[in-house]
């Protein structure tokens, strides 16, 4: 079993959509949680960071932890076609190295 | 004004040769990675330095070596490359080891 479990996608859907995006994770002491956005042929860029449980707001997108359950998600709303590439969650305990997620691809349709 | 940049953008050669990547920071960061992210985008650590000293040595084959300058630069050499090395290769930066990673937009390798 991998430390962190995203779903690979791709997940469509219609412009103005809420949408979810998750990830598990197996490791207790993870406590920094990251969500980064992967344009095609681009390196992934930082949308949200997190420190322990609870929700962080920016905009359209809001980053929830939820740490009794092991599951993290990010709600972009209103979605539009530019959010359309890949999501990838990373986390990371005490000794502060990454652990990713294989990432999700997100198709918004106009 | 482009905060962590890599060359060359594309590498393409042949099997057994050997071949350099190179990444630069301008954000004043301490720490620095190499990542490998293969076709089903997965992103896995190679490398990691702080202040140029060596942080993080994953199980790699000793035929990659990271190279330091200076904590603004991290040199990529590979040698002997196979076909298997074929991957995109991000360069990343943050300002210690706890904080969020910014990264370069890669160097797709591919061996022929």
């Known amino acids: 079993q991998k430390e962190v479990e995203q779903d690979p996608g791709p997940l469509s859907v219609p412009e103005g959509a809420i949408v979810s995006l998750n990830c598990t994770y197996s490791n207790s002491a993870f406590q920094y949680f990251m969500w980064y956005r992967q344009y095609s042929r681009k390196g992934p860029e930082l949308l949200m960071y997190?420190?322990s449980s609870g929700n962080k707001e920016d905009g359209r997108f809001t980053a929830q932890v939820d740490k009794s359950s092991k599951y993290i998600s990010l709600f972009i709303r209103d979605s539009q076609p530019s959010d359309s590439a890949t999501y990838l969650c990373?986390?990371?305990?005490?000794?502060?190295?990454?652990?990713w997620g294989a990432g999700t691809k997100l198709i918004i349709k106009p | 004004d482009t905060a962590v940049s890599q060359t060359p953008k594309y590498l393409v050669t042949q099997m057994g040769n050997d071949k350099s990547i190179k990444c630069e920071q301008n954000l004043g960061h301490d720490t620095m990675y190499w990542y490998k992210q293969d076709s089903k985008k997965f992103l896995k650590i190679m490398f990691s330095?702080?202040?140029?000293?060596?942080?993080i040595n994953e199980t790699v084959p000793n035929r990659f070596s990271p190279k330091s300058p200076d904590k603004a630069h991290l040199n990529l050499h590979i040698n002997s490359l196979e076909l298997g090395d074929s991957a995109v290769y991000f360069c990343a930066s943050s300002q210690n080891s706890n904080q969020p990673q910014h990264f370069g937009d890669g160097t797709r390798l591919s061996i022929l």
């Open positions: 990373a986390m990371s305990g005490s000794n502060y190295q990454l652990i």
């Open positions: 330095y702080n202040n140029k000293e060596l942080i």
């Open positions: 997190t420190y």
